[in-house]
């Protein structure tokens, strides 16, 4: 609807307007009436009308002087004008700041102004048509130029420069001119966790739509070529002349330290930020670029949400799998005996050695896909319990893992996991469904868990799986999943420093208050002061 102001020193005038004119089917909205120019005036700063219908002769401020600081504020206004016959000696002003129409108060019919209301609409109604066809215009232009950016990366990247004018021509149509000496310095910006964000965002493509936009967004105000390689990948190209009165390479640091922070905090997304070397002319660029891309080996034994100088980086030749053995029996006695605090030291331990070492990437994940398989493979022959285990999907999940920093992470979870279910199968009186449906939550805190879908995941009537749920544990379902996310929400809120949001969202509640009320519920406390007990 559009917005419509009112403003008139005669108090029977505005009340007479505000009642007679049918809003409604001119799809607009009175948002104000006023009796002076001063309070119009405030009236326009804080509602941003579309329409504003004044008298000129007003108190504090006149009806015209209303108009032209209103439009200067908002030039997209459009303005109506209520005057008397002795006001005509302003009609040449009127004009000047472009009034919609000027209606005499001593012939002023309802129905006459209605109908200016009506061409008024009409009016709005053509510029928002042409305004949102331009938008809609802009929008296919940056796809395009965005899509014509990315395909000349790719083709830099992947053919051989041999007419280096022609290369040089396509660059300079996305903006790359390495004129006057002008070199750049690239920068490629990784987007951890990409699996996570596609579910939370519904897919790869609405991923990289918010994630490039930020970026365009924050760096609006820097001359910075952006070139997305793919949906989790983009390259920065910084102009870098050369100068002593500037530290750029220090400026560059700022900017990256405050797109990493704003994204983080707005959007939750996690960045790195990996620097290549100065580039003259095309083909250094080419190589930087392929460099950046290769770096898988330096950037797993860097931390994650990173800001980073690529450097030439070697690996080890030792045989990381000697120490197999140690590792699994390690694991293996922090599940059997259930000692959450052993398995996180094994964790720390093994990764603290993969760091000083410097093994192979692809040994490290290969080493703990053999374990975690090993695992696996011989809970699923355990007696009362049921697992979900798949090859190809465990194998996709560890080698998806790009950074030690993560990889130890993940792997102290799995342990975690692996403990809760042993502890919820320890009572070998239990039925298999009911310890499945135990190690399902166990294993899926991050998710809602809903009875009917348990049900049918382990074959059963939603009514028959709720009673013997109940006979078998006491309690009901609802309360036994909430029990175990609240103990698991309190052991975050003690041993993480987490978020309250996080750690809801960790546990697969859409909103915070309603993950506060809850733990208030179990604990008798707020989840501050939980952590204010500390």
Known sequence: ??????????????????????????????????????????????????????????????????????????????????????????????????????????????????????????????????QNDQQQLQHVIKLNSDAIRTTFLHSLLEQPIWNEEEWTQQAKAIGISFVKGMPYLPVSVILEHPAMLEERFGGSHNMQFVFQNAMEELLSAEPVIRIAYNERIIFLLFPFPKTIVKNLHEELKLTLQHVQQQLEETLKLSLSFFIGEICNELNELKKQCQSLLESSEFRFYQPEHCIVKLQPFATTEEDFFIFYTDILQAVRNSIVNKDRQLAVETVH????????????????????????????????VMKHFVTNFNAEQLHHTIYSIETLDYLEKWLIEYLEQKITAMESVADPSLRKEIAEAKRYIANHMSEKINMEDMAQRLNLNPS?????????????????????????????????????????????????????KLYRNFSGHSPNEQRRKL
């Open 1 to 130: 609807m559009y917005k419509v102001i009112i403003a008139d020193d005669h108090i029977p005038v505005l009340n007479y307007l505000s009642a007679s004119i049918a809003w409604d089917d001119l799809n607009m909205r009175l948002v104000a009436s006023c009796a002076d120019g001063e309070e119009a005036l405030e009236a326009c700063n804080l509602h941003k009308p579309d329409i504003l219908i004044t008298d000129i002769g007003m108190p504090v401020l006149n009806g015209l002087d209303v108009i032209e600081t209103a439009v200067e504020a908002n030039p997209k206004l459009k303005t109506i004008i209520l005057s008397c016959h002795e006001d005509f000696q302003f009609a040449q002003r009127a004009v000047q700041l472009s009034v919609s129409g000027y209606i005499l108060k001593e012939s002023l019919q309802i129905e006459q102004l209605s109908s200016l209301l009506a061409k008024v609409k009409q009016k709005l109604d053509e510029e928002n048509k042409v």
């Open 349 to 380: 331990h093994w990764t603290t050695h993969i760091l000083q070492t410097k093994y192979k990437k692809d040994t490290v994940l290969g080493l703990f896909l053999k374990l975690i398989t090993e695992i696996e493979l011989k809970y699923t």
């Open 464 to 516: 028959h799986f709720s009673r013997l749920f109940k006979s078998e544990t006491g309690e009901t379902f609802i309360t036994y999943v909430t029990r175990i996310k609240m103990e698991r929400a309190q052991e975050l809120l003690d041993q993480s420093n987490l978020t309250i949001q996080e750690i809801a969202e960790h546990l697969g509640y859409e909103h915070t208050s309603y993950f506060i």
